[in-house]
């Protein structure tokens, strides 16, 4: 085995500490959250479009999206003419858009944000909210999630029990490669490491043994885009892995010039793979058993700048998609005119949070402590 795959494959032993069974049972069916990391910064201004607000163009000369092109959803608001679909779920009530999400006193750093999003802290070096979560619950998954791209603050903690794959074919098949060493050690990071690969090799084993992994063979090796991660997604769904939550995410977002045409293109990429998902789940009886939610670190600035972009700015909008969401637009307009250029926080992403703690892992210790939103 060449040296850089076998570091790669041993980047994903120290997620593999847990001593938990792993099991492929077909019942109970199981609950999955997928989770859509958009990285860079959405604007959320041009995703959820206030058509009706002359702010909103007097704002935007060269990036407003023009009123025929709008795809309405109600008389103030439209989805950008990219998210065809994401209309059809909206009319079909399966769609939640929860507007002007943050948190006070906002960071407009990429890594600080989206660290206190995804620990739902401001301290520094927390555990991520998922990690507690599960911690705090006697979780018994096989793992908590799987990481196919994206930060993996959410699950990282002093024990962390989930795992980053880029290519699941490509895991197992490295995993057959990485040796047992035939010596025994009492040194402590060697018994880790031995432990670790035992990890490895049994996580992987058992994906051989029990499900089809030719259903994903046309995932080539290198990076994979957003459709090809939902399709590894829905693999793992529908074969009844029990890992509750998937975690994939996007590029792209942080659109400083040039937005019109690059945000459209990210914008389309998330809806056709969507699309795509969604006929999936649907045709495997899993849409009722599905909850997916979009995040970014932040939204952009009011104002488009001179380099026909936007800048980091503070809130955004969120979308919640399944066949238990309330479907319906969550939360006021945007304010364009009082907070500085920027759109302001009036829902607090820990809402988010506490609505899924509450409503969809149903819980009994609960470390989020906000008031839950209403779209379970």
């Known amino acids: 085995m060449q040296r850089r795959g076998f570091l790669r494959l041993l980047s994903a032993i120290p997620l593999l500490t847990a001593t938990k069974a792993f099991s492929l049972e077909h019942n109970p069916k199981r609950k999955y959250l997928v989770l859509i990391e958009l990285k860079g910064g959405n604007d959320g201004l041009n995703t959820v479009i206030p058509y009706n607000d002359n702010l909103y163009y007097e704002n935007r000369p060269t990036l407003q999206i023009p009123l025929n092109q709008v795809l309405k959803i109600n008389s103030e608001l439209g989805l950008n003419p990219a998210l ?10 399966d769609l939640s858009i929860i507007q002007n999400v943050g948190y006070n006193n906002p960071n407009k750093s990429h890594f600080t944000s989206l660290d206190i999003w995804e ?35 959410l699950f990282e903690g002093e024990n962390p029990n989930f795992l980053k794959v880029k290519n699941i ?21 060697q018994v880790h490491l031995l432990n670790s690969i035992n990890k ?68 389309t990429e998330l809806n056709d793979a969507l699309a795509k998902f969604t006929q999936e789940l649907k045709s495997n009886n899993l849409w009722n058993d599905t909850l997916i939610m979009t995040y970014s670190e932040f939204g952009r600035r009011i104002l488009e700048n001179g380099s026909h972009g936007t800048d980091h700015g503070e809130a955004s909008c969120m979308f919640c998609m ?15 005119l009082n907070n500085n250029g920027n759109v302001a926080s009036k829902i607090d992403f820990k809402e988010v949070y506490a609505t899924l703690q509450n409503e969809w892992f149903k819980v009994d210790k609960k470390i989020i402590k906000n008031t839950p939103l209403n779209f379970l």
């Open 84 to 93: 065809d679909h994401l209309q059809k779920l909206y009319k079909d009530n």
């Open 119 to 153: 620990t739902a802290s401001e301290i520094k070096g927390a555990n991520g909210w998922l990690y507690e979560l599960f911690k705090h619950n006697q979780s018994d998954h096989l793992i908590d999630a799987m990481v196919f791209s994206g930060s993996t603050r």
């Open 169 to 189: 074919r490509q895991f197992v098949k490295q995993s057959r490669k990485l040796k047992t060493p035939d010596y025994l050690s009492s040194d402590p990071a």
């Open 200 to 267: 490895i090799h049994k996580v992987a084993s058992r994906l051989e043994d029990e499900v089809e992994l030719s259903e994903i063979q046309s995932i080539k090796k290198g990076k994979i885009n957003l459709s090809d991660q939902l399709m590894q997604t829905s693999f793992l769904m529908k074969n009844n892995v029990d890992i509750p939550i998937l975690k994939v995410a996007i590029k792209g977002f942080d659109t400083h010039s040039n937005q019109k045409n690059e945000h459209k293109s990210k914008l």
């Open 322 to 336: 399944g066949g238990k969401v309330k479907g319906g637009i969550y939360g006021k307009l945007p304010d364009l």
